[in-house]
């Protein structure tokens, strides 16, 4: 009896872990998934000498270099897309560079196309947020002159569509996907990490990730506040993301930056 039922277990327990399966493996680099078409998807690598392209099949599709820009460090890149920033049909994306040299850090935002043209350029800025509106496609970019300061928030009117990133962002109907927005971001020393719960639930968990995906911090969060305080001291400077989860339902992802 004893070895039908360990029998059974074993059987029943490999039909569940077989659920997940190893896909593909990118080696030597993180790997990003993004919506960049109606029904289109694509996995990118990204370095600071090349971009790579695949296919929702893991074909490479497009190899392209990642231009250098003199006295800035590679440090990322997002919104992937064929159709976003202008109608040409070639690949553009968001590059953006850290000046380490002094502190605070200099950040700088560049807008590029596979040959290697600069489509725009936005200085003291970490990164953009796309949005499609009533009123066509808009980039958000804030300007944080630490060295200067200064701040600014600019939007722009894009000449194509943003279709949505496949970030971790699984809603279970609430009104809970309003934006988290994290305050101020940039930060060299605390920093407001906003939330919000769906209805009916009063406590979740926020994850607090890096750059590769790695869980840096977890924390306990309730209905009764809609922010948590953090002391950025404590972690290396670089791009951060965090979101919240409770039962079937995991918010959108956000992101902050942390400087020094």
């Known amino acids: 009896m004893k070895k039908l039922l360990t029998a059974l277990f074993l059987l029943y327990a490999s039909i569940n872990f077989a659920q997940i399966t190893l896909e593909h493996t990118y080696p030597n680099s993180s790997v990003e998934v993004v919506q960049t078409g109606p029904s289109t998807w694509n996995y990118y690598t990204a370095t600071s000498s090349t971009i790579n392209i695949y296919d929702i099949n893991h074909n490479l599709v497009e190899s392209a270099n990642m231009p250098n820009v003199g006295g800035f460090t590679f440090d990322g890149v997002s919104y992937l897309n064929t159709g976003l920033f202008n109608t040409a049909n070639n690949w553009k994306w968001v590059s953006v560079y850290v000046n380490t040299t002094n502190k605070p850090y200099e950040y700088l935002t560049i807008l590029w196309d596979q040959t290697g043209l600069q489509l725009y350029r936005i200085d003291s800025c970490f990164g953009v947020q796309c949005f499609n509106t009533g009123s066509g496609t808009k980039m958000i970019a804030n300007n944080y002159g630490f060295t200067k300061g200064y701040y600014a928030g600019n939007v722009y009117s894009l000449g194509g569509t ?19 927005t994290p305050y101020p971001n940039p930060s060299n020393n605390m920093i407001h990490l906003t939330y919000n719960l769906p209805s009916g639930s009063d406590k979740a968990e926020m994850v607090i990730t890096n750059l590769s995906g790695q869980v840096v911090k977890t924390c306990n969060v309730g209905n009764a506040f809609n922010d948590i305080l953090l002391d950025t001291k404590q972690y290396a400077p670089g791009e951060y993301f965090y979101y919240v989860h409770t039962g079937n339902y995991t918010s959108a992802t956000s992101k902050f930056i942390i400087s020094r």
């Open 162 to 180: 943003y279709y949505a990133s496949a970030t971790p962002e699984v809603s279970n109907g609430n009104d809970a996907e309003t934006a988290m």
